[in-house]
T-cell receptor, first 112, second 116 residues
Framework: KNQVEQSPQSLIILEGKNCTLQCNYTVSPFSNLRWYKQDTGRGPVSLTIMTFSENTKSNGRYTATLDADTKQSSLHITASQLSDSASYICVVRLYNTDKLIFGTGTRLQVFP | SAVISQKPSRDICQRGTSLTIQCQVDSQVTMMFWYRQQPGQSLTLIATANQGSEATYESGFVIDKFPISRPNLTFSTLTVSNMSPEDSSIYLC?????????????FGPGTRLTVT
């Protein structure tokens, strides 16, 4: 069964600290893996997108990694800011389709 | 990217009534998607709407409950019919577009529906 699991479910960190969110998937074959940020009451916004041949992709303070052999991805946030408080969703696209498999998300809270 | 707007942004409705949600895109797109996000859950695809053809529904979703219209390449509506409290969710419109990084899906801001 195609599934995307994320951990931790929630995370609290202090402003300025780094953190890493995890994503494990069983989707196969897949076209690409994305990380989305979803602010409360808003739609998801894409942070990074990686194909199976890419190992890492950065977008400012956000760096995503992908290990296609172990089917794991991580999202590293550097020098967190209060505005990073949101849910982060790992999404895998099925190969040659428009179908997206969504993880349940990690809810990050950054406190001053 | 794509600019997507939804109306209404939120609504509180009574059991048994229906609500139509509108989705407007800033440019023409072939495929539009409707998702549901129940409280504390991730997104679940309801249906895919192509202009000029009937929407394709995912398992667990039926046209009688969630009729969809797609009159042109920039607009779609989703109706939540005969609502019950279990329909309380955020409903999101999404479009697919090929960009610099390949195929990408963009999401609207969502419609937060509460059924009492």
């Amino acid at each position: 069964k195609n599934q995307v699991e994320q951990s931790p479910q929630s995370l609290i960190i202090l402003e300025g600290k780094n953190c890493t969110l995890q994503c494990n998937y069983t989707v196969s074959p897949f076209s690409n893996l994305r990380w989305y940020k979803q602010d409360t009451g808003r739609g998801p916004v894409s942070l990074t997108i990686m194909t199976f041949s890419e190992n890492t992709k950065s977008n400012g303070r956000y760096t995503a990694t992908l290990d296609a052999d172990t089917k794991q991805s991580s999202l590293h946030i550097t020098a967190s800011q209060l505005s990073d408080s949101a849910s982060y969703i790992c999404v895998v696209r099925l190969y040659n389709t428009d179908k997206l498999i969504f993880g349940t998300g990690t809810r990050l809270q950054v406190f001053p | 990217s794509a600019v997507i707007s939804q109306k209404p942004s939120r609504d509180i409705c009574q059991r048994g009534t229906s609500l139509t949600i509108q989705c407007q895109v800033d440019s023409q797109v072939t495929m539009m998607f409707w998702y549901r996000q129940q409280p504390g859950q991730s997104l679940t695809l309801i249906a895919t709407a192509n202009q000029g053809s009937e929407a394709t529904y995912e398992s667990g979703f039926v046209i009688d409950k969630f009729p969809i219209s797609r009159p042109n390449l920039t607009f779609s509506t989703l109706t939540v019919s005969n609502m019950s409290p279990e329909d309380s969710s955020i409903y999101l419109c999404s479009v697919g577009r090929v960009g610099q990084g390949g195929y990408e899906q963009y999401f609207g801001p969502g419609t937060r529906l509460t059924v009492t």
